[in-house]
């Protein structure tokens, strides 16, 4: 295994898979369990660095397919990579592009070579493919990189499933000959659908590979929110124990807690600022739409509990002001608070498993 990255697991939940741990990259520690915020073209959007830093953000996440058409994967690398042109210092996580190039069903072809499909920006034809991901991840210089995967939507039937989840392990042999850095990462992505039987067959032929951490994908691509815990609570539990998993996709706080107490380390979505720019802050798990007009004249803060610079600083009064007049500082100000919600989360379902107290804590979270 590659030096430069590891995984501890420093504690256990007793009554369930949940755990605490440590991943160490080149750019520094995360710490587990963590929900990671999305930067997809490399920031996240309506705040800096130094904001992002502030909600208690360790790592990041871009957008390999997304860098690629714009501005390019050899701009980022002649910037010095996606840390100096972001100005991010801390680890950064890039996707794969096969999301995005799956969800493109009216303008792609899938062959095993690979996937050719058209720009939506310019209509210009593109082609994709597991080396060629692979490439343009080593030319952006995240510290953690994703094979390139097929990712089939649900609901979708057993044998494309079956199909997608045999490709999606073939590329990921041929990334895995065409990653040429050893200061990167490559994760390897469980497939399968809602297919108990392929879950189990994808994450036992990814847990025989050593690599350095997975992932869990084609999750919340349209599945009921059981259908995604019973997925999540069979495959984690699969993957080596010793390296960190991640569930691609995910972060509501039910969702989040469910995941956990299923072994799983790291989450991204793009929730918080999707949220933010429609007005809603999230709290305590809820979702509130500050132009409401209960807000009008609430001078408390969005959370009295939340230490983020917009709950010590502003009201609601104040953020629905904004909102009502299209200020841009709204956004900011919700996606903030709302990156910040998610991440004190996950650090205190940390501190509840470090104290044996998850269960106790959390445990309305994970009875549908």
Not at 3 to 16: D, E, N, P
Not at 341 to 351: C, G, S, V
């Amino acid at each position: 295994m590659n030096t430069q990255f590891s995984f501890q697991c420093q504690a256990t939940c007793s009554h369930t898979q949940a755990r605490v741990g440590v991943f160490s990259t080149p750019h520094g520690q995360v710490e587990t369990p963590r929900f990671m915020p999305v930067g997809t073209l490399a920031n996240v959007k309506t705040i800096t660095p130094d904001q992002l830093q502030a909600t208690g953000a360790q790592m990041v996440l871009a957008n390999t397919y997304h860098l690629h058409l714009q501005p390019g994967e050899d701009i980022v690398a002649k910037a010095g990579g996606l840390h100096r042109f972001m100005a991010w210092k801390g680890p950064i996580l890039t996707d794969s592009g096969g999301f995005q190039v799956f969800s493109l069903s009216e303008m792609r072809t899938i062959a095993e070579e690979g996937v050719h499909f058209r720009s939506p920006r310019d209509g210009q034809m593109i082609y994709l493919s597991p080396e060629r991901s692979i490439e343009i991840q080593n030319s952006l210089g995240a510290d953690v990189i994703m094979a390139f995967d097929e990712c089939p939507p649900y609901p979708a039937t057993r044998e494309s499933v079956q199909e997608a989840t045999e490709r999606t392990f073939r590329w990921l042999k041929r990334c895995m000959v065409a990653h040429q850095r050893s200061d990167q990462a490559l994760f390897g992505i469980v497939q399968g659908g809602v297919y108990p039987d392929l879950r189990e067959f994808a994450a036992r032929q990814l847990a025989d590979l050593d690599l350095p951490g997975f992932a869990i994908g084609g999750v919340s691509v349209g599945e009921p929110p059981a259908l995604i815990q019973h997925i999540v609570k069979a495959t984690a539990p699969l993957l080596p124990a010793e390296k960190p998993r991640y569930l691609m996709g995910v972060g509501t706080h039910r969702e989040m807690v469910q995941a956990i107490a299923a072994g799983v380390d790291l989450f991204d979505c793009v929730i918080p600022t999707r949220l933010a720019r429609h007005g809603n802050a999230i709290v305590g798990g809820e979702r509130w739409n500050l132009k409401n007009t209960r807000f009008r004249e609430d001078f408390t803060p969005l959370d009295e509990a939340c230490l983020c610079y917009t709950c010590q600083n502003f009201t609601r009064a104040y953020v629905s002001h904004l909102l009502r007049s299209q200020e841009i500082l709204a956004y900011t100000l919700l996606s903030i608070h709302n990156i910040t919600e998610l991440i004190q989360f996950t650090q205190r379902i940390r501190q509840s498993i470090v104290q044996g107290r998850f269960v106790e804590e959390f445990g309305s979270w994970l009875t549908d």
